[in-house]
């Protein structure tokens, strides 16, 4: 029997692995335009609005979808899941290489945001299927941050590719490595330890013709569980800070504010998405060992730091000490591995036949934030006439990434009065389950 446990887990540490392929092509695909973004706005003569928008426009589609990626991925399962987001993502990007208009680029950015909100989900669904439920707060935070150093392959070696070749080539290149990993995906992933099961009920489902009306019944019923809205507003605000300077305009934002050079800015954002692994090893722990108060903790905690080391930048004139440009590192890195909370919540909210749809649901909170924050920090500069990257200040900059603090307000007023209620089922799901073993 140990030798079979040693064997099955690792054949799930190996689906997890293929899984995680997909999401790391996601993230890769996602952030393409951060390290670059200076150069699409030259590359296409557009202004920082315009230019936002190729990524807002991105993450709105991702948070639009979410909602019909969950319901999919309930009925066909994680592995067609996986493999038509990675060919959608690649057909973005193969538009994004052969762009010659503005439009063409923002249907690029669409068809990769259509293409990513069917993988992260997917791949949760998945780790709930191979691994216990003791490890899935670990796994889903290492799931989520190992998942985003696609960010460095796209700050390093895109961009080195990019700047050998051609812009052209190096989108090419990307879209080809998409079709391979899901080729890989369908030919190699299975769906669960007991694939035959998996697969006679998903044939099952899809047999069945599907009622709309209790499609949007179920969607109502998930949409109100207290869980679900918790783990949307945890998202929404653990977030977008970290997002925002990975997508777009933490390079903007370095290069005018800190006076960095385009390597200096490369390796701070890169050592910000290694931190988060390393947070996200912190966390997994933590709110295991802690599943009720620890993880409420880490989202004030993190959120707090966020807020609190921005406001000493903005308040502050630069170049700032390497101490505090380390904590701010530290704080917006912090809450991108506390963002893999609201799946916790989300997860413990609903029925395992629910858990796509609950988990897409809390999974719009963030991209749609990110959307928002993207949107108003391009608008603010636009409104201060800095609508060339040739213009971007450290003044201007400044003013446009005060954006953030009314969602982080908002997000928290409504995290804070739906907590209750989430405790609250906590506590009798806890009472039930004691009683049962006593009863046993």
């Known amino acids: 029997m140990s030798a079979a446990r040693r064997s099955g887990e690792i054949v799930a540490y190996a689906m997890w692995i293929l899984a995680m392929s997909g999401y790391v092509f996601a993230a890769t695909c996602r952030s393409s335009l951060s390290a670059t973004g200076i150069q699409a706005a030259l590359y296409f003569n557009i202004s920082s609005a315009a230019l936002s928008s190729f990524v807002y426009l991105q993450l709105f589609v991702y948070a639009i979808v ?59 669904r998945l780790l709930a299927a191979w691994f216990p439920m003791r490890k899935l707060p670990l796994l889903n935070q290492l799931t989520g941050q190992i998942g985003n150093l696609g960010q ?45 099961e998996s697969r006679a ?35 929404s605000i653990t977030w977008f800070s970290n997002t925002m300077m990975n997508q777009l305009w933490g390079f903007p934002f370095l290069l005018a504010v800190e006076h960095y050079s385009h390597a200096q800015a490369s390796a701070y954002l890169a050592s910000g998405t290694a931190m988060c692994v390393i947070w996200a090893l912190m966390f997994g722990r933590f709110s295991s060992a802690h599943p009720i108060h620890g993880r409420i903790m880490l989202v004030y905690v993190t959120v707090g730091a966020q807020m609190l080391c921005w406001t000493i930048l903005l308040a ?26 609201a799946f916790d919540f989300a997860r413990e909210g609903c029925l395992p036949k629910d858990l796509g749809t609950a988990t897409a649901l809390a999974n719009i909170g963030g991209f749609l934030s990110s959307g928002l924050v993207l949107l108003g920090v391009g608008q603010l500069l636009d409104w201060q006439g800095a609508n060339s990257p040739r213009l971007y200040t450290s003044q201007s900059m400044r003013v446009a990434v005060l954006v953030q603090y009314p969602m982080w307000i908002i997000g928290l007023i409504g995290f804070s009065v739906m907590l209750p209620k989430v405790l609250a089922r906590l506590r009798e799901r806890s009472l039930r389950l004691s009683t049962a073993e006593l009863r046993h």
């Open 66 to 124: 979410q909602i019909p990626a969950g319901i999919m991925l309930d009925r066909f399962g994680p592995k067609r899941m996986i493999a038509a987001g990675c060919l959608l993502m690649s057909v973005g990007q193969g538009i994004m290489a052969l762009a010659t208009a503005t439009w063409m680029a923002v249907c690029a950015r669409a068809a990769v945001g259509i293409g990513d909100a069917c993988i992260f989900i997917s791949v949760i």
């Open 152 to 196: 460095i392959i796209s700050v390093y070696p895109f961009v080195w590719v990019m700047k050998m070749a051609h812009w052209q080539i190096a989108f090419l290149s990307l879209a080809a490595i998409g079709v391979l990993i899901a080729f890989c995906v369908i030919s190699l992933l299975r769906e669960s330890p007991h694939e035959r």
């Open 201 to 235: 009920m998903a044939q099952k489902l899809r047999t069945t013709g599907l009622n709309w009306g209790d499609v949007l019944r179920n969607l109502r019923s998930v949409a109100r569980l207290p869980g679900t809205i918790c783990g949307f507003w945890v998202h």
């Open 316 to 341: 502050t004139a630069g170049p700032h000490p390497t101490a505090v440009m380390i904590a701010l590192l530290f704080s917006i890195s912090s809450g991108m591995a506390a963002s893999s909370v």
